[in-house]
């Protein structure tokens, strides 16, 4: 009998119900301003949808009023987030390139009452041809989302953060998220090519620093796909905290198999599978993240 409560079942079932009853104690404190972060990583399959759609989701748990801009033309967080992006709905590609204003595109999670999103459409992915002739190309998004949120304060509904979820690629629809973010979060996955485009991607940030934008910065790292029990994980994680100790969040976000079954059916983890190990780790990471924002 006592094998079976010193198993490796039993041993994550009390590591979990005690971050649960953790995260019960604590509460997230609003940000002084709107936090506007870019989620990027040229390396595809790191998770980068998936945590832009759970942090912003566990935020709106947590108490925070969340926007999610979908900048990437496949709409996967829309999808995530129950978000209508077919036929004739309008949502970026409206904002980029008509000028429509925020406010006439977003739509409210029906999972979440303080999160909403502006979907991305297929009609994004000509959108990349259309701003290369178009006046100030690289600030469209940076205009649409601080006239939104000039407005919104105005009316007494600030909102806490915006997160831009953006394709895998470097062309002028992730230009623009950078030219509208304050920061950079970084989702890497926990394998051997871990760090392989990061130091891409950080030469990137730098010049948009140096070009469009002096106030981004690489403000979070978050490790993604994390499976403690194997050495690999491990070295990743320590290489990580290494050249990034100040960067890189605490929270880790594990092997799930809920995780990667809740887009199939529309939804976060935090809706899909509320008190499993995923959405307690999204929610553990943002309240990482709310709180280095008060330091």
């Known amino acids: 009998m006592s094998d079976l409560?010193?198993?490796?079942?039993?041993?994550?079932?009390?590591?979990?119900n005690a971050k649960k009853k953790k995260l019960k104690t604590q509460s997230a404190p609003r940000p002084t301003r709107t936090r506007i972060l870019t989620v990027s990583n040229q390396k595809g399959g790191v998770g980068k949808t998936t945590t832009s759609v759970n942090l912003a989701a566990a935020l709106a748990v947590l108490g925070q009023r969340v926007l999610v801009i979908d900048l990437d033309p496949q709409?996967?967080?829309?999808?995530?987030?129950?978000?209508?992006?077919?036929?004739?709905?309008?949502?970026?590609?409206?904002?980029?390139?008509?000028?429509?204003?925020?406010?006439?595109?977003?739509?409210?999670?029906?999972?979440?009452?303080?999160?909403?999103?502006?979907p991305a459409t297929l009609d994004l992915a000509g959108a990349e041809i259309e701003l290369v002739n178009m006046e100030s190309r690289e600030y469209r998004l940076r205009t649409s989302i601080r006239d939104y949120l000039a407005a919104e304060e105005a009316a007494g509904d600030r909102y806490d953060y915006v997160f831009i979820d953006c394709p895998p690629s470097l062309?002028?629809?992730?230009?623009?998220?950078?030219?509208?973010?304050?920061?950079?979060?970084?989702?890497?996955?926990?394998?051997?090519?871990?760090?392989?485009?990061?130091?891409?991607?950080?030469?990137t940030v730098q010049q948009m620093r140096q070009h469009l934008n002096p106030r981004l910065e690489v403000?979070?790292?978050?490790?993604?796909?994390?499976?403690?029990?194997?050495n690999l994980a491990r070295e990743v994680r320590a290489e990580v905290v290494g050249h990034f100790?100040?960067?890189t969040l605490d929270a880790v976000i594990p092997r799930s198999v809920r995780i990667s079954e809740a887009p199939s059916y529309g939804k976060t983890v935090l809706?899909?599978?509320?008190?499993?190990?995923?959405?307690?780790?999204?929610?553990?990471?943002?309240?990482?993240?709310?709180?280095?924002?008060?330091?």
């Not at 970026?92 to 977003?106: F, K, M, N």
């Not at 002028?172 to 891409?200: H, K, M, R």
């Open 5 to 16: 409560f010193d198993s490796p079942i039993a041993r994550q079932l009390t590591e979990l």
């Open 245 to 247: 100790p100040e960067q």
């Open 219 to 230: 403000s979070t790292i978050l490790l993604t796909m994390f499976d403690k029990r194997t």
């Open 271 to 295: 809706s899909y599978d509320p008190e499993g190990i995923g959405a307690v780790a999204y929610k553990e990471a943002a309240m990482e993240i709310a709180k280095r924002g008060e330091e």
């Open 171 to 203: 062309g002028l629809l992730t230009i623009n998220a950078f030219a509208a973010a304050d920061e950079v979060l970084i989702p890497i996955q926990c394998e051997y090519y871990a760090l392989e485009g990061l130091s891409q991607l950080l030469d």
């Open 75 to 118: 709409g996967n967080a829309s999808t995530a987030l129950s978000i209508d992006h077919r036929g004739d709905i309008a949502g970026t590609y409206e904002a980029l390139i008509e000028s429509v204003p925020l406010g006439e595109l977003i739509q409210q999670s029906p999972d979440f009452p303080t999160l909403w999103c502006c």
